[in-house]
C-alpha cells in the first residue's frame, strides 16, 4: 500500500513538472499520445535544420562549380569542389607558360582589331601610325601571327619530347614507341575535335535564337566593329576587316543571313553540323587557311591544320625512329626545306619543333662544358640573347604591307618565292623559332614561364583559346558600346579616351575569359581526354591491355 502512496506521489509531481519540462533533452517516459506531441517541436527543427543544410551544401557546391577553381580553393575550400591539379615541373615546362601568354597575346589581337586601325599596321606606314604599340618587339605583345606560329612550334616540340627519349633508348624502348605512337595518334582527334567542337554550341544558339537582333549593335556573328568604341569616337577599324564589312560576300555565311525572323532549328543546326564535319577534312591541304575557318567560332581554323600537321609529325617519327641521331636530324632539317619549298609553313614549325626536341640533349652537354670556362659561356649567352632579339623583331612583321613599312622592307624583298599563299607569315615564321629555340637555352626566362600563375594560364590555355572570341563578340562590344556612348559626346575625337574604353574592356574581356576557361577546362577540356583514354582502352586487343 506504502508504494502505491509512492507511486501516486511520484506521478503527480512528474505531471505538476510537466510545463516546465524540457522535452528536446530528455522526453518524458510516457508512451501516451502526449509523448508523440512533445516530439513534434524538436523533429520539426531537425528536419528544417537538415534541409536547410542541404540545401547550402548544395549552393555551396553549385558556387564552387561555377567559380574559377583557385578562387574556390581559397573561399569555399568546404564546397568539395576538387582544383585544377598543380601540373608538375619538368624540363619542358616552359613550352606550357608559353603557350599560355601566346593564348592571352590572341585574345588582345582579336579585340583589338575589332576597334583599332592600327592592329595589323607596322610603326611608321603612314603619317597615322605612329603609335608606340606599333614600334618592332613591343607588337609581339598583339601579334597573331606569332601566337598561331608558336602554338605550332610548341605543339611540334611538346609531341617530340617522349618519341626523342624513346628514340635515344635501348632497343625495347625503340619497340614500345610504336605502341606509344598508336595511341598519340588514336587520342589526339579527341584531344583537338571534342572541345572545339563543344566551343562552337553557344556560337549556334546565339544565331538560332537571334539575341543580337533587340540591340542590332553589331553584325551578325564574325567580325564586329560597327557597334564598337571605335566607331562612337573616330570610326577606326583594321583595312582588313574594313574590307570584310564592305564586302557582303566576303563575310562568313551567318553573317550574311537575312535575321528578319528567327533561323529554323533544323536549318541552322544543319548548317553547324556540316561547318564542324567540314573542318575534319585534312586531305585537301592546309591553305587557304578561309578553306578552313568555322562560321561558329572563327579561331577554329587552326584546328584542322594543327591536326593534319599532327599526323604527318607522327609519320615522320615512326619513319626514323630507328635511324641514327645524325640521321635523323638531317632528314628533319631536309623535311622543313621541302616543306617550304612546297608553301606549308605549318609543317616548317612542328618539324622545327621536333628537330628542337632532338638537338635538346646534345645542347645540354655542351652547355654544361661551357659553363666551366666564363668567356665561353659570357659569348654563348650574348649569342643567345641576339637571337631572341631577332626573333622578336622578325616576329613583329606587320600583316598590312609590311614591303612599305620601315625596318621590313628589304625582309619584304627577300621572301622566298616559293613562299606565295601567305608571304607575310614567312619572317613570323622564322621569328616564333628563333624566340623558342632562344627561351631553351635562356634559364631566367624559364623561371618565369615556370611560375604557378604562368602555369596556370597554360594549363587553361586551349580553353580560352577557344572561348575567347565568343566573349569578345558578345560582352566585349556591349561594354564597349556603353562606354563609347557614354563618352563619345564629351570629345569624339578624344585618343585618350578611346585608349580608357579599350582598358577597361579588354580588363573585362580577360577577367572573363580566364574565369569561362577555368569552368571549360574542368568540364569540357579534362573530360575529353579522359573520354579518349577510355574509347582507346574499350577497343584495345585482350592481349595488349
Given at each position: 500500500?506504502?508504494?502505491?502512496?509512492?507511486?501516486?506521489?511520484?506521478?503527480?509531481?512528474?505531471?505538476?513538472?510537466?510545463?516546465?519540462?524540457?522535452?528536446?533533452?530528455?522526453?518524458?517516459?510516457?508512451?501516451?499520445?502526449?509523448q508523440q506531441w512533445d516530439y513534434t517541436p524538436s523533429s520539426a527543427k531537425r528536419i528544417t535544420r537538415r534541409i536547410q543544410f542541404f540545401v547550402y551544401r548544395i549552393i555551396v557546391r553549385i558556387l564552387g562549380e561555377l567559380l574559377p577553381s583557385f578562387i574556390t580553393a581559397w573561399l569555399l575550400p568546404e564546397s568539395g569542389v576538387a582544383p585544377l591539379p598543380t601540373p608538375k615541373i619538368h624540363p619542358t615546362s616552359w613550352l606550357d607558360g608559353l603557350r599560355g601568354l601566346a593564348a592571352l597575346s590572341v585574345i588582345v589581337y582579336h579585340w583589338l582589331g575589332f576597334s583599332w586601325s592600327g592592329t595589323d599596321v607596322g610603326y611608321g606606314l603612314s603619317e597615322s601610325h605612329h603609335s608606340v604599340m606599333q614600334l618592332p618587339i613591343l607588337r609581339v605583345l598583339y601579334s597573331g601571327i606569332l601566337d598561331v606560329s608558336l602554338f605550332f612550334v610548341i605543339s611540334g616540340y611538346a609531341l617530340s619530347v617522349r618519341p626523342v627519349k624513346q628514340m635515344m633508348g635501348s632497343e625495347e624502348q625503340v619497340s614500345r614507341l610504336i605502341q606509344s605512337f598508336s595511341s598519340s595518334i588514336f587520342r589526339r582527334f579527341f584531344r583537338l575535335y571534342v572541345p572545339a567542337w563543344a566551343s562552337t554550341i553557344p556560337s549556334f544558339l546565339w544565331i538560332w535564337l537571334d539575341l543580337d537582333r533587340p540591340t542590332g549593335r553589331w553584325m551578325k556573328w564574325g567580325f564586329v566593329g560597327h557597334g564598337s568604341y571605335a566607331k562612337a569616337v573616330a570610326n577606326l577599324h583594321s583595312p582588313i576587316y574594313d574590307h570584310l564589312a564592305t564586302n557582303s560576300t566576303a563575310l562568313p555565311a551567318p553573317l550574311r543571313r537575312d535575321h528578319a525572323a528567327r533561323a529554323v532549328f533544323s536549318t541552322e543546326f544543319a548548317k553547324w553540323f556540316n561547318e564542324n564535319i567540314r573542318s575534319v577534312t585534312i586531305l585537301e591541304g592546309s591553305w587557304p587557311r578561309q578553306k578552313y575557318e568555322n562560321n561558329y567560332n572563327h579561331p577554329m581554323w587552326t584546328i584542322p591544320i594543327e591536326y593534319r600537321a599532327s599526323l604527318l609529325l607522327f609519320l615522320v617519327q615512326i619513319a626514323v625512329c630507328r635511324f641514327r641521331p645524325v640521321a635523323r636530324m638531317s632528314i628533319t632539317a631536309l623535311l622543313m626545306l621541302f616543306s617550304l619549298y612546297v608553301d606549308h609553313f605549318e609543317m616548317i614549325l612542328f618539324l622545327g619543333g621536333f628537330f628542337f626536341a632532338q638537338l635538346e640533349p646534345y645542347l645540354c652537354i655542351l652547355e654544361h662544358r661551357w659553363r666551366h670556362n666564363r668567356p665561353v659561356w659570357t659569348v654563348y649567352i650574348i649569342f643567345t640573347i641576339l637571337v631572341l632579339v631577332t626573333g622578336l623583331h622578325l616576329a613583329s612583321t606587320p600583316m598590312w604591307q609590311p614591303n612599305a613599312t620601315p625596318g621590313y622592307i628589304w625582309l619584304s624583298a627577300h621572301i622566298p618565292s616559293c613562299f606565295v599563299r601567305e608571304p607575310v607569315w614567312f619572317w613570323p615564321s622564322v621569328g616564333s623559332l628563333l624566340i623558342v629555340h632562344a627561351i631553351g637555352r635562356l634559364q631566367s626566362i624559364q623561371n618565369i614561364l615556370t611560375s604557378p600563375k604562368v602555369q596556370y594560364l597554360g594549363q587553361i590555355s586551349f580553353s580560352i583559346y577557344?572561348?575567347?572570341?565568343?566573349?569578345?563578340?558578345?560582352?566585349?562590344?556591349?561594354?564597349?558600346?556603353?562606354?563609347?556612348?557614354?563618352?563619345?559626346?564629351?570629345?569624339?575625337?578624344?585618343?585618350?579616351?578611346?585608349?580608357?574604353?579599350?582598358?577597361?574592356?579588354?580588363?573585362?574581356?580577360?577577367?572573363?575569359?580566364?574565369?569561362?576557361?577555368?569552368?571549360?577546362?574542368?568540364?569540357?577540356?579534362?573530360?575529353?581526354?579522359?573520354?579518349?583514354?577510355?574509347?582507346?582502352?574499350?577497343?584495345?586487343?585482350?592481349?595488349?591491355?
Open positions: 500500500m506504502a508504494a502505491e502512496l509512492n507511486e501516486d506521489e511520484s506521478t503527480l509531481e512528474l505531471l505538476q513538472n510537466h510545463d516546465s519540462y524540457d522535452d528536446s533533452e530528455n522526453p518524458p517516459p510516457s508512451h501516451s499520445n502526449q577557344l572561348l575567347h572570341y565568343f566573349t569578345e563578340v558578345v560582352v566585349g562590344t556591349e561594354v564597349l558600346y556603353d562606354f563609347g556612348r557614354a563618352t563619345s559626346n564629351l570629345d569624339r575625337h578624344n585618343v585618350a579616351l578611346f585608349w580608357l574604353g579599350q582598358g577597361i574592356t579588354l580588363s573585362c574581356i580577360l577577367v572573363l575569359v580566364v574565369w569561362l576557361g577555368d569552368i571549360w577546362c574542368r568540364f569540357v577540356d579534362t573530360p575529353s581526354v579522359t573520354l579518349a583514354k577510355w574509347v582507346e582502352t574499350s577497343l584495345l586487343v585482350r592481349k595488349l591491355l
